[in-house]
């Protein structure tokens, strides 16, 4: 049988791409972390917006939101090395921290005690979920390097 | 290093996030998993489809794969399983009751890969997919058994049968036993 197979092995491992990876997931967070924060704007301003305003808030929160769907929807679909996970989890943890020193901030000047501990509470979950995150995956890699100096330490 | 062991560590790269790794290991089983399928099923368009397929469920499912020395009969089992849902839809046929036979006989001494590869064409799926891991593919008895969830000893009798099936295609096609 002297048929070949009509696609390359490079082929199957483009889609692979870590910067493209990274690229999807910096999009999806920096979509969630914008729109979270103009919702918050949103909803703690004192007096009612224009019109005009709370058409481009809406938008915002749209394309933030919809930038974050398709970056999880991207990430399922593929797998997740040790090394994406990582960065994974280093990503998550630094936009958390970011969003909930932004949220608290908006908080303390715009809203009452409520608001803030609100604002801290959901921060203080996105920081408590990421990190764990993070430390899983640091973990997970660990495991992997020991197994991989194991299996080098074997080698003929 | 065996095959075995190299695949293991290339595995465990890959894992780790190592793309050189993971092209590599792509690049070792491309031909053969591309064969397995091509042979199995009609038409090398469809064999593109299908190992496109069973690459995109592998490489998925790879970070969770747990015994990295297992790599090649957990590759085929996913290319077995895509293959039988292609082939359900052609293929009606009863379970065929596998026999006693010890699977020795002196068929082995003579074949070759050109004449397996041959002799393959018309042969039932079962005893065609135990032949091409078997022969083709140098998978062992226990990483065949893996692969088609049988035990050892089925996996010896089906080649018994299969090896009595090519003898016989081969030889109405000329070839002497």
């Known amino acids: 049988m002297t048929e070949r197979p009509g696609y390359t092995p490079d082929h199957i491992v483009r889609a692979m791409s870590l910067p493209r990876r990274v690229g999807v997931l910096v999009a ?8 979270t924060t103009i919702g918050l704007l949103w909803a703690t301003e004192p007096g009612a917006l224009p019109a005009g305003t709370k058409l481009v808030f809406a938008a915002m929160i749209l394309v933030g939101v919809t930038w974050a769907c398709f970056a ?3 990430l399922i679909r593929r797998p997740l ?16 921290f970011l969003t909930t020193g932004g949220t608290v901030a908006v908080a303390v000047n715009r809203t009452s005690t409520v608001g803030v501990l609100a604002a801290g509470g959901l921060g203080l979950i996105l920081i408590v979920v990421s990190s764990t995150m993070l430390i899983r995956a640091r973990a997970y890699r660990a495991t992997l390097l020991a197994r991989k100096r194991e299996l080098e330490d074997h080698k003929p | 290093m065996d ?3 190299r695949d293991a560590l290339l595995v465990v790269r890959a894992q780790l996030g190592d793309r050189k790794a993971l092209a590599e290991l792509v690049g070792h089983w491309h031909d053969p998993l591309w064969r397995y399928v091509r042979r199995m099923l009609d038409g090398p368009g469809r064999a593109d489809d299908v190992s496109q397929d069973v690459w995109a469920s592998a490489l998925k499912a790879l970070p969770r794969l747990q015994q ?5 009969p957990w590759l085929f089992t996913i290319a077995r399983r895509s293959v039988t849902n292609h082939l359900r839809e052609k293929y009606t046929q009863a379970d065929p009751v596998d026999g006693d036979g010890t699977g020795d006989d002196d068929i082995s001494a003579v074949l ?3 004449q397996v590869a041959e002799g393959l064409v018309g042969l039932p799926v079962r005893e065609r997919e135990v032949l091409i891991l078997f022969y083709l593919h140098d998978l062992a008895l226990e990483e065949c058994a893996q692969v088609l969830q049988i035990p050892s000893g ?11 099936l ?3 295609s081969l030889v109405e096609k000329g070839y002497s036993s």
């Open chain 1, 28 to 35: 999806g967070l920096g979509g969630l972390a914008g729109s």
């Open chain 1, 72 to 74: 999880g929807w991207a």
């Open chain 1, 81 to 96: 090395f040790a090394v994406d996970r990582v960065i994974t989890g280093w990503l998550a943890a630094t936009f958390s």
């Open chain 2, 3 to 5: 095959r075995v062991g």
């Open chain 2, 68 to 72: 990295p020395e297992r790599f090649a």
């Open chain 2, 112 to 114: 070759d890969r050109a």
């Open chain 2, 154 to 164: 089925t996996v010896k009798s089906r080649l018994f049968r299969a090896r009595r």
């Open chain 2, 166 to 168: 090519l003898r016989d």
